[in-house]
């Protein structure tokens, strides 16, 4: 059984779970709990749990037992003083479960249990853990949609940024930890799984390499999962990032990051008091936050993804962006199409740039990559995938920037996608606008197959069928409290 299957069992289970109210959001919080038993004992790292509270010592208890024990489990399993174990508590702090029929924990735990544990273990678990995240993003528009990042754009934004074996890496908005767990698997294909570097720069790559914030306290639970699953123990903090809490996040070589869309609640200013430019739009303070966070070796260097809205915001967006510029070559814009959030309305790009040795005049010019109009239609059956970025990456050139083609015309660029733009070009724009699009789709035919136009429209009525059933259920709520 590979992982994609013993995936679909374990999503599966969620039916069970719908007669007690339960969402898919909490469902993969649920089975984070259970899970992390399961695989501790997998993989035979079982020795920070207590020995009464091991997966054999779960799965032999049944009924009402089965219900008061794992309830004692949960509890217990976040308290420092019943679990010394500080990773184990940290998965398990504030842990409380939603199930109230124990014969529903029962089969859970027992069909768990039954799974063919030897391909997982050779797939992964560490992956097999991801492709239920990834599940869940792919099942609701909502919830883990919002931190999800499709996995080929992540692992595209790492093959560009191109990590090295002794960098320090971080993700301020670390969501379920999805980009330091690639820029790690990235760098163990580079080093045969570390095993050509020595013992003190192994240790510095499992617990100094990757680190990260996340604001979400059971978004950061999923994360500590998915770091502990890959062997990863770097420094992942539950905390605001836009606060003093996040100050400690500095003098980093590689940044990779899709930060939280929207403002601060209630129009209120990120608390730090190392932003030089006040605005409660919380990109803007992201990306400030970003490349200052970035050493001036000369060597760092970010990918971040961000909306429009960033790259021609006035005001303090203005600001930034001059900021941006003068401390940092932003060499590359890629448009992302629509289509591959589930935001649906949000129209994303990916910034990559390098922290210079100074702080003026590191950008001279930068190439922007327009994948956006006349693509192919993306959604849940059509989803992204790495050879949408193949002619990007080759342009990219990420081993050798400065072989960028200075031409590239029709003969070679049917689409006009690449081009380039100095930073005069840029400033002569009003507000300095980062905003550019060449390429129109006004007065264009439609070139999608007869297939893809009926996918897309099905599609669109499921989401109509979905945001009405999430409408009727919310009316319901509504009549019962009246």
Request: hydrophobic share 35%; glycine share 6%.
């Amino acid at each position: 059984m590979t992982n994609q299957e013993i995936v679909q069992r374990l999503w599966n289970e969620c039916n069970v779970l719908r007669d007690d109210g339960i969402t898919y959001q909490d469902y993969v919080t649920e089975l984070t709990y259970i899970l992390f038993l399961k695989m501790s004992k997998e993989q035979g790292q079982e020795e920070g749990i207590p020995e009464r509270y091991r997966w054999d010592e779960l799965k032999a208890k049944e009924g009402l037992e089965l219900k008061t024990f794992y309830k004692q489990m949960l509890l217990d399993l976040g308290n420092a003083q019943k679990t010394p174990n500080p990773k184990v508590n940290a998965i398990y702090k504030d842990a409380s479960t939603s199930i109230d029929e124990p014969a529903n924990l029962e089969k859970i735990i027992k069909d768990i249990d039954e799974l063919d544990w030897f391909s997982a273990r050779e797939e992964g678990l560490g992956n097999l853990y991801e492709g239920l995240l990834e599940k869940n993003a792919n099942e609701t528009k909502s919830g883990a949609g919002q931190y999800f990042t499709p996995r080929p754009l992540i692992n595209m934004m790492v093959r560009m940024v191109h990590p090295k074996p002794g960098e320090r890496l971080c993700d301020p908005a670390a969501g379920t930890f999805g980009f330091m767990v690639a820029a790690n698997d990235y760098l163990k294909k580079q080093t045969d799984d570390y095993f050509d570097l020595s013992d003190e720069e192994q240790q510095f790559q499992r617990h100094e390499a990757f680190s990260g914030m996340e604001l979400v306290p059971t978004t950061h639970r999923l994360a500590l999962m998915n770091e502990y699953l890959h062997d990863m123990d770097g420094r992942l903090e539950q905390g605001d990032s836009l606060s003093a809490a996040g100050k400690w996040m500095k003098d980093f070589d590689v940044i990779l990051t899709n930060p939280p869309f929207g403002t601060k609640k209630g129009g209120e200013r990120a608390t730090r008091d190392d932003l030089t430019y006040a605005t409660s739009n919380k990109q803007l303070n992201f990306l400030e936050i970003i490349y200052n966070a970035l050493n001036r070796k000369g060597t760092a260097r970010a990918a971040v993804v961000v909306p429009d809205n960033v790259l021609f915001a006035d005001g303090a967006g203005e600001q930034i962006r001059r900021d941006l510029m003068n401390k940092c070559n932003l060499h590359t814009i890629l448009r992302l199409p629509s289509g591959i959030f589930y935001a649906q309305g949000v129209q994303t790009n990916v910034l990559f740039f390098d922290r210079g040795t100074t702080d003026q005049n590191n950008t001279a010019e930068i190439w922007i990559y327009d994948m956006r109009h006349k693509m192919r239609t993306f959604g849940k059956r059509s989803p992204l995938n790495e050879r949408d970025f193949a002619e990007f990456e080759k342009l990219y050139c990420p081993d050798n920037r400065t072989e960028r083609k200075e031409t590239y015309d029709a003969k070679n660029n049917t689409e006009g996608r690449w081009r380039k733009f100095t930073k005069a070009d840029i400033e002569a724009r009003p507000n300095t606008s980062l905003d550019i699009s060449w390429m129109t789709d006004e007065e264009e035919a439609d070139t999608r197959s007869l297939s893809e136009i009926l996918t897309a429209m099905q599609e669109k009525s499921e989401e109509i069928a979905q945001a009405v059933a999430l409408l009727n259920q919310e009316l319901a709520g509504v009549d019962q409290d009246d």
